[in-house]
């Protein structure tokens, strides 16, 4: 049996002809990726609420108004209420998973504080949420031509606007999104 080439640490693109409403024209920064299927958090989906407002919640106190301005992102459909933290540098935080040689998702309070009071990674991503997809459901997807893969890229993650990462993302392929197919084809 051939052995599975784990896509984390890659973006994954909707294709333009993805119709789910959730997924439609996403990219998803895949954090883990086994045989026993995928964990992901959707990069390009802002929701309303903002770090203040997670921060209120969690009684976590911050008077750093340009952190408190950022807008949460919907990382996926399952665990909407649970908090997902991308970040880099790694860091020693309470609960981290290590996903590249400078980037790692923690899901603890800890690097909420030091987020909040400013000591905390020099780049963060917070998420409500994940994608996941249970063995062999993401490769599935991918043969349909659901998806387009590309090895991540921290300026996609971290330094662009959620509303423009899509259209970078396809860049990075080095097509014109415009003229994606949704026909697949096999040698």
């Not at 649970?82 to 923690?106: E, V």
Request: with cysteine.
């Amino acid at each position: 049996m051939k052995p599975m080439n784990s896509l984390a640490n890659h973006l994954l693109i909707a294709m333009p002809t993805l119709q789910d409403t959730f997924f439609s024209r996403s990219v998803t920064y895949i954090c883990e990726h086994t045989e026993e299927g995928a964990l992901g958090i959707m990069l390009n989906q802002p929701l309303e609420a903002t770090y203040h407002e997670l921060f209120d919640h969690l009684k976590i106190s911050s008077t750093n108004q340009e952190v408190l301005d950022n807008a949460l992102l919907a990382g996926g459909p399952v665990d909407k209420e649970r908090g997902f933290i991308l970040h880099s540098p790694l860091g020693n935080w309470d609960s981290s998973m290590t996903i590249s040689d400078d980037i790692a998702l923690s899901t603890s309070e800890d690097i909420l504080a030091a987020i909040a009071n400013q000591q905390g990674p020099d780049e963060t991503l917070i998420a409500l949420g994940y994608s996941g997809w249970d063995k062999g459901q993401l490769e599935h997807e991918i043969q349909e031509n659901s998806w387009l893969i590309v090895p991540a890229n921290k300026d996609i993650i971290f330094h662009t606007k959620p509303q423009q990462r899509w259209q970078k993302a396809t860049q990075l392929l080095g097509i014109d999104w415009t003229q994606l197919s949704e026909q697949s084809g096999h040698a």
